[in-house]
């Protein structure tokens, strides 16, 4: 069974850093596609970032520039590094994982999810 489990939220001020973490704990895939995901009270899910186990990589446009995202196979840990935060980025951060070589910018592409970090970006 897959366990994702996100971590390394927080409060941060405008023009603040945060970095996020995914681990899998549990069942892995050699090909997989991990999308990072956020939810603000009230609004869908929406696409952050995306990686591929072969290194493909897309990002929201409203994050480019901004936030990277990187992996380490090894660890079976994928990160999100978080620059020139703004307010607007406040949300629940999740991580979402299918066994995919192809990276799905639709929440219902995943096929699991972990339980979601805070973010908070204070102006």
């Known amino acids: 069974q897959v366990q994702l489990v996100e971590s390394g939220g927080g409060l941060v001020q405008a023009g603040g850093s945060l970095r996020l973490a995914c681990a899998n704990s549990?069942?892995?895939?050699?090909?997989?596609?991990l999308g990072w995901f956020r939810q603000a009270p009230g609004k869908e899910r929406t696409f952050v970032a995306g990686?591929?186990?072969?290194?493909?990589?897309l990002y929201a446009d409203s994050v480019k520039g901004r936030f990277t995202i990187s992996r380490d196979n090894a660890k079976n840990t994928v990160y999100l590094q978080m620059n020139s935060l703004k307010p607007e980025d406040t949300a629940v951060y999740y991580c979402?994982?299918?066994?995919?070589?192809?990276?799905?910018?639709?929440?219902?592409?995943?096929?699991?999810w972990g339980q979601g970090t805070q973010v908070t970006v204070s102006a």
């Open positions: 990686i591929t186990w072969s290194g493909q990589i």
């Open positions: 979402g994982l299918k066994n995919s070589n192809v990276v799905f910018r639709l929440a219902s592409s995943y096929d699991y």
């Open positions: 549990g069942r892995t895939f050699s090909n997989y596609a």
